[in-house]
């Protein structure tokens, strides 16, 4: 699947543009959302804008639940416990109703794969757990697969965002 990322990355270097396009009016009033720094080949979610107050996820270990921090254009970044750009820890943290999250591959019943660390399942379970939060993968419209393995732990994504459209998960 990093493989066919690749690939689509490179055939479609402007799909992150229409990403917003997609994002449906119901999404668009949250008061905070999550998006990511997308590395190597992941689709760029950083052209969403809604009205709530952006925030970036920030792994402060390797194998713990990710923390958002407020973050606007021009914010410093520095590199968190994988090395990925995230917002300082000045920045303060924020509980998003919405999490743009990046996945390797998805089906439409919800099932993501993630880069395999469990970070973002960690943090899904854990916002879930306090209150509703919606999660919405961004995707290549050719990441998808007809089924994607789950275990207990994986956290089943409510939608998927890509360069064509938008799938609500039933």
């Given at each position: 699947m990093?493989?066919?990322?690749?690939?689509l990355?490179?055939?479609?270097?402007?799909?992150?543009?229409?990403?917003?396009?997609y994002v449906?009016?119901?999404?668009?009033?949250?008061?905070?959302?999550g998006?990511y720094?997308?590395?190597?080949?992941?689709i760029?979610p950083?052209?969403?804008r809604l009205?709530?107050?952006?925030?970036l996820?920030?792994?402060?270990?390797?194998?713990?639940?990710?923390?958002?921090?407020?973050?606007a254009?021009?914010?410093?970044?520095?590199?968190?416990?994988f090395?990925?750009?995230?917002?300082?820890?000045t920045?303060p943290e924020?509980a998003?109703d919405?999490v743009?999250?990046?996945v390797?591959?998805?089906?439409?019943?919800?099932?993501?794969?993630?880069?395999g660390?469990g970070?973002y399942?960690r943090?899904?379970a854990?916002l879930r757990?306090?209150?509703?939060?919606?999660?919405?993968?961004?995707?290549?419209?050719?990441q998808?697969l007809?089924d994607v393995?789950?275990e207990?732990?994986?956290?089943r994504?409510?939608?998927?965002?890509?360069?064509t459209?938008?799938?609500?998960?039933?």
């Amino acid at each position: 699947m990093r493989v066919a990322r690749r690939r689509l990355a490179a055939e479609a270097p402007d799909a992150a543009l229409r990403l917003a396009d997609y994002v449906p009016k119901a999404l668009r009033a949250a008061a905070a959302y999550g998006l990511y720094h997308p590395i190597g080949s992941e689709i760029d979610p950083r052209g969403i804008r809604l009205s709530g107050e952006v925030a970036l996820p920030v792994a402060l270990a390797r194998n713990a639940a990710l923390v958002f921090r407020r973050y606007a254009p021009g914010d410093p970044l520095v590199a968190d416990a994988f090395g990925i750009l995230a917002p300082t820890g000045t920045a303060p943290e924020v509980a998003p109703d919405i999490v743009f999250t990046p996945v390797l591959a998805f089906d439409r019943r919800g099932g993501r794969l993630g880069q395999g660390a469990g970070c973002y399942d960690r943090t899904i379970a854990g916002l879930r757990a306090r209150r509703p939060v919606t999660v919405v993968g961004v995707a290549y419209a050719g990441q998808e697969l007809a089924d994607v393995p789950m275990e207990a732990h994986d956290e089943r994504l409510d939608a998927i965002l890509t360069e064509t459209g938008y799938i609500q998960v039933s």
